[in-house]
């Protein structure tokens, strides 16, 4: 045995005799290392990050778009401001998608239950509103805006808790996901704070309209299945 003094890091360490190797064993594979780095460095792709700009490596069989994950986030999300409280959030572009009724308006669930108690909740329709109901569904028994006989609910185009007008004029029937839409619409109209009789107006013209045409789409898709049936 003998001590040998590595010549590159100063290391000290017991070896045998027969040994000539003048560096320890980190040292000696050190440029082997090295090497294999430059060379898989050589080999890599340089992509651009379609986010940030900068060229990164990756390897030869990946598409890799975004040099992070930072910029990954970044790319699949989006800014908003709230309706509520003004301050700005980031969300997912997926949300903003029209596969679902989510539109990201709001920062917090607290700030979505404040923007729609703005004004103070009324419980129930009245003693009457289940028959009321009924006659609203047996006039209309389709949605007044995509035509579907499933899952009808019945919409007060100028809400309740604003005028307490249960009449039929008032009353529209629609599907659960054309409901969120109209009530989303009314939101909006309500935050602009417009005069009553202008909301009215303006959201009895149009929903009745669509009302009406889609009466006429429903008839003229029967009466095309009936004579293709003949």
């Not at 401001?81 to 980031?90: I, L, P, Q, S, Y």
């Not at 669930?109 to 703005?118: A, I, V």
């Not at 529209?172 to 704070?193: G, M, N, Q, S, T």
Request: glycine letters at 4%.
């Amino acid at each position: 045995m003998r001590v040998r003094t590595c010549a590159t890091c100063g290391k000290q360490e017991d070896v045998r005799a027969d040994n000539p190797a003048q560096r320890c064993r980190a040292c000696a594979g050190r440029p082997a290392l090295e090497k294999r780095r430059e060379q898989r460095a050589a080999s890599r792709n340089h992509e651009t990050c379609s986010h940030c700009g900068e060229r990164f490596g990756s390897p030869p069989s990946s598409r890799q778009k975004y040099c992070s994950r930072i910029c990954l986030s970044a790319a699949k999300s989006t800014m908003r401001t709230c309706a509520t409280c003004h301050t700005e959030f980031r969300v997912p572009r997926s949300v903003l998608s029209e596969r679902t009724n989510s539109s990201a308006r709001f920062c917090s669930r607290r700030c979505y239950e404040q923007h729609l108690c703005r004004t103070p909740r009324i419980r129930g329709r009245g003693s009457r509103w289940k028959t009321i109901r009924r006659e609203a569904l047996r006039r209309t028994p389709f949605c007044a805006m995509c035509g579907t006989g499933q899952h009808l609910q019945v919409h007060h185009i100028i809400p309740f808790r604003l005028t307490r007008d249960n009449s039929q004029t008032n009353l529209i029937p629609l599907c659960r996901a054309c409901h969120k839409r109209v009530e989303a619409v009314f939101h909006d109209v309500e935050a602009v704070d417009p005069p009553l009789p202008v909301t009215k107006l303006v959201l009895f013209c149009s929903i009745h309209a669509r009302r009406t045409l889609t009466l006429h789409l429903l008839k003229r898709s029967i009466h095309a299945g009936q004579r293709t049936a003949a």
